[in-house]
């Protein structure tokens, strides 16, 4: 073979090299040996022995990994690029972060809540609107008495959600709706609490007022005596152009009804929200006890153990009420006294304002908490009602100018004002509360 056909054998080797899938290292090696057959005595020969040589050469190993790294988790070092070292490379845990924030918990919640004590006092008022009164307004005694009551036990539904900013769910927030409902009393008067306050009482203005209008007896001061109580000008009803010139005074105001509403029902609904502090002893318990079950969505959850407090407030309304206007079962025999159509009532009280709460909170799981504690309210509920209240023939031979009542008479009925206003004790209450 002529040495021109060598170049066509070194070409042909390194092709065959590169089908194999060589490293540039490895075809530069081979194309040295190559280079130095050409210049030796017997080329074909010392050409052999190179492809010999790397045939049983052993290839470098490759810096280049096989796979990627693999990840480690609670590490806080950083994967290094130059030598892809994945012993130091580590996911981020946001759990061994202490503030995070947090998701919301929503939980319904059932409980009892305890007996509470209610003190009631009724203010009552009589007066009529006449053109010969003192300021057109004719009014009369004022009378005023304490009840002493009580609501029973009852239920109450609460639905709401927790908010903590920890990890280890230390402090937090919770916004809640509650409702609870009871039967109740608002009691009997207590003994001697009865007044009457007589500076309201105007009447005898409205008696110099008829002495000084009148027309009808204003020519016999004795007659004008006897008959000047609260001066009544007006049309006849059936006779036209007929003048009525009359007089009449107030019944006496009557004092308080002996009982207050007894069978009712008491009705309160709140908006508010609590302010939390927990002792995480179930941290405790796994980093000194081992009390760990692992990290499970229930093994997690059922593991979760805190004592902690609350306190927090809000707004609430109420409502309590005996009958309906269908169903009028509370008997007002005060208003029955001017009226016997007054007697069979229904009682309808609502208030509205501000309540504190304060207690104890036990997580048994994340699933479930007990929690106790004291609840105050700051605001009355009220009920206003006005009755018609016959008049009564002005006669100066009775007691107080009172005579004969003139009953279902348009131009001598009065208005009587009946006001009810109860404040309530405090309560304490016991929830067992399913989160989720």
């Known amino acids: 073979m002529s040495l021109e056909s ?36 017997n080329p074909k020969e010392n050409l052999a022995q190179s492809f010999a040589q790397l045939d049983s050469a052993t290839p470098p190993e490759s810096t280049i990994p096989a796979e990627p790294p693999k990840v480690r988790k609670h590490s806080h070092k950083a994967l290094d690029p130059k030598t892809l070292d994945s012993s130091a490379y580590v996911e981020s845990n946001p759990k061994k972060q202490w503030l995070f924030g947090d998701i919301l918990h929503p939980y319904v919640a059932m409980g009892l809540v305890s007996a509470s004590s209610n003190a009631t006092n009724v203010r009552q008022s009589m007066s009529k609107e006449v053109a010969t009164c003192p300021d057109q307004l004719c009014t009369g005694d004022t009378t005023s008495a304490s009840y002493q009551g ?23 927030v919770r916004l809640f709706g509650e409702m609870s409902q009871r039967n109740g009393s608002l009691g009997s008067k207590i003994q001697g609490s009865d007044k009457r306050d007589t500076t309201t009482n105007n009447l005898q203005e409205a008696y110099q007022i008829c002495l000084d209008k009148n027309t009808a007896w204003k020519d016999n ?7 000047c109580g609260i001066l009544i000008m007006g049309q006849h009803e059936t006779l036209p152009n007929t003048k009525v010139e009359d007089s009449f005074t107030f019944q006496k105001t009557p004092d308080a009804a002996q009982l207050a509403p007894q069978d009712g ?19 405790a318990l796994k980093r000194w006890a081992g009390f760990y079950l692992g990290d499970g969505f229930f093994a997690s959850r059922l593991t979760y153990i805190k004592l902690g407090v609350f306190v927090g407030g809000g707004a609430e309304f109420a409502r309590f009420s005996q009958g309906d206007p269908q169903n009028k079962t509370w008997q007002n025999t005060a208003a029955a ?5 007054n007697l069979n009532d229904a009682f309808f009280a609502a208030g509205s304002g501000g309540f504190l709460r304060y207690g104890v909170s036990v997580y048994l799981t994340r699933f479930a908490r007990l929690s106790f504690g004291y609840k105050h309210s700051y605001y009355p509920i009220a009920q206003e009602r006005w009755y018609g209240y016959n008049g009564a023939k002005f006669d100066t031979s009775k007691p107080d ?11 001598s009925e009065t208005l009587l004002r009946q006001r009810y206003v109860s404040t309530k004790g405090e309560e304490w209450f016991l929830q067992f509360a399913l989160s989720f």
């Open 6 to 41: 060598h170049p066509n054998t070194t070409s042909s080797a390194c092709q065959s090299t590169s089908q194999i899938s060589m490293n540039l290292l490895q075809c530069i090696s081979l194309s040295l040996l190559c280079s130095a057959s050409l210049h030796a005595t």
């Open 337 to 341: 006294q001017g009226k016997a159509s």
């Open 265 to 283: 029902k008491y009705l309160s609904f709140a908006l508010g929200i609590d302010a939390l502090l927990n002792l995480p002893i179930d941290y």
């Open 221 to 227: 001061p004795n007659l004008a005596a006897q008959n």
């Open 150 to 172: 009580m609501f029973d036990s009852g239920m109450s539904l609460e639905l709401g959600a927790e908010y903590f900013f920890d990890r280890f769910h230390i402090i937090g």
């Open 401 to 411: 100018n009172i005579g004969e009542v003139r009953p279902d008479d348009p131009w």
